[in-house]
């Protein structure tokens, strides 16, 4: 899965349509108004009507019921039209979408007709039209007036049962019983909005903001937006629109710096985070944001350890000895949290700005030869050593095995700042554990080996500080005797150097 990628089909919220754009059936011949049967027989040859239960609503205003042959003035045929296209481009779903009160219609049904009353209809706009005295033809008596209306409906599933769920919402004020899903709410919007029924808009509108929506669901409605008002469309663009540009980027350092500082459970979050940084779409953004965080961790860090080799307070022993425990601890601490920075960005090859940091941190590295020399790190923070080796050895490793490009100075900055941490620590850990002497012939190596990619001269700087490579037994430092060995066959060798140049 993909995170913080760009919605389907573009990456920005779709323009506005005008809605007007709904009612252009009103010069089509799939809705005429006949009024030539004042009694309000149907033709020979008319279509099937089906069984319809009537609407046990509360009318909004005006008598009938839906569906009330007794008493309606308009009688409308639904049929299947094989030239309208469907609402795919709405996003409606061809799940079947249950209607306010149940209408049989038959698995096979394509053409149904109704009898409805006009001043139910004229709470749709496009019914309101269709009914309105420019489009009436009068009957020449006084008798009641019969309007038969044709409306062709898109040949989808469920599609007639669709059209019959918001004729009969005509008939109520009450919505909540029959909008009661996102999936009735998306069935029922589009022919809402074909039929401009601002009610009905609202109420799916309504329903839509208010409960959450699958990854499909809101990509139709992101295609629904584009025929909503601004004010219909504003509280659900508020969920899907990000306010700022560096949303994503402003979450992701929220998280990160949650879950390496203030969350209990700081192992499951980092691993969750973990995830969201390898899944994010933008290795760019990640990258900006684990360089700010890497940023901040270090200059903790290093504040920590300045604070603790060069105190300038003054103050009795006990308040000193305490405020020098305190520094110390929160150089491990954060230690740690840049540990697990520099971890993630080497995984996601974005580590290039935190190599030429550590490679220039020639202050730091020497607060950490002079916190490394003095005992008290052994009783306060045992293990800081540790840690900052570890971030040393990841960062280095990642150089020499090529995951990072470092320029040829980084190369040497980095091994002749660092090295002599390494040997102090060295020096001063005793006993060395198990653990901790695999860590720094791991350092040794990656040193040796980046010590091998510098040229001669810088070459021989460096090899000459590591001599405290070397062991008892000459067999037991077989890094150190190769990358010898290496220098002085390069240094013996003899090449036509004139003829390279030319």
Not at 132 to 146: K, V
Not at 332 to 347: A, D, F, Q, S, Y
Not at 351 to 380: G, H, K, P, Y
Request: proline fraction near 5%; hydrophobic fraction near 40%; aromatic fraction near 6%.
């Amino acid at each position: 899965m993909t995170i913080g990628g760009a919605p389907e089909g573009g990456g920005g919220v779709p323009k506005k349509k005008q809605r007007v754009g709904s009612n252009s059936q009103l010069s089509s011949t799939r809705a005429v108004i006949d009024s030539s049967f004042p009694d309000g027989t149907l033709t020979e040859g008319s279509h099937k009507s089906p069984t319809l239960r009537r609407s046990s609503s509360v009318p909004c205003g005006g008598g009938g019921e839906f569906n009330d042959s007794a008493t309606a003035d308009v009688i409308l045929r639904l049929h299947l039209d094989d030239h309208r296209s469907s609402f795919d481009s709405f996003g409606t779903s061809s799940e079947s979408v249950p209607v306010p009160v149940p209408v049989p219609v038959p698995d096979d049904e394509s053409d149904v007709q109704i009898h409805l009353h006009s001043h139910f209809l004229r709470r749709s706009k496009y019914f309101a039209t269709l009914l309105s005295d420019r489009w009436q033809q009068h009957n020449d008596d006084d008798s009641p007036q019969i309007h038969r209306l044709n409306l062709g409906v898109p040949p989808t599933p469920d599609s007639i049962k669709d059209y019959l769920s918001v004729l009969q919402l005509l008939y109520t004020d009450d919505f909540s019983t029959s909008i009661n899903s996102v999936v009735t709410a998306l069935a029922l919007l589009p022919i809402a909005l074909e039929l401009l029924f601002e009610d009905c808009i609202k109420a799916c509108v309504k329903f839509l903001e208010a409960v959450p929506w699958s990854e499909d669901e809101e990509r139709k409605i992101l295609n629904l937006i584009p025929f909503l008002s601004n004010e219909e469309s504003k509280e659900l663009l508020t969920r899907i629109s990000p306010v700022k540009n560096d949303s994503s980027e402003e979450m992701l350092h929220g998280l990160i710096f949650s879950a390496i500082h203030n969350h209990p459970n700081m192992a499951f979050a980092k691993a969750f985070v973990a995830k969201l940084l390898r899944d994010f779409s933008s290795r760019e953004s990640v990258r900006r944001v684990l360089d700010k965080v890497f940023e901040k961790s270090l200059k903790v860090v290093k504040e920590s350890l300045e604070e603790y080799s060069s105190p300038n307070f003054r103050g009795d022993h006990n308040e000193t000895e305490a405020i020098q425990r305190l520094n110390l601890h929160s150089a491990m601490t954060n230690g740690k949290h840049l540990l697990w920075l520099v971890e993630r960005m080497i995984e996601l090859r974005v580590a290039d700005t935190a190599v030429r940091a550590w490679s220039e941190q020639a202050s730091f590295t020497a607060d950490l030869q002079r916190a490394f020399r003095d005992d008290a790190w052994r009783n306060i923070a045992p293990s800081l050593p540790a840690v900052v080796l570890r971030c040393t050895s990841r960062l280095a490793s990642a150089v020499a095995t090529g995951n990072i490009l470092a320029a040829r100075q980084v190369r040497m900055k980095l091994v002749k700042d660092w090295l002599p941490v390494l040997i102090v620590c060295k020096d001063n850990i005793s006993p060395m554990c198990a653990n901790h002497k695999s860590l720094c012939l791991e350092l040794e190596d990656t040193f040796l080996r980046i010590i091998s990619t510098l040229p001669m001269a810088d070459a021989q700087e460096l090899l000459q500080q590591c001599l405290s490579f070397s062991t008892r037994n000459v067999e037991d430092c077989p890094h150190l005797v190769t990358a010898f060995t290496t220098w002085f066959r390069r240094a013996n060798r003899s090449l036509p150097v004139d003829e390279f140049r030319q």
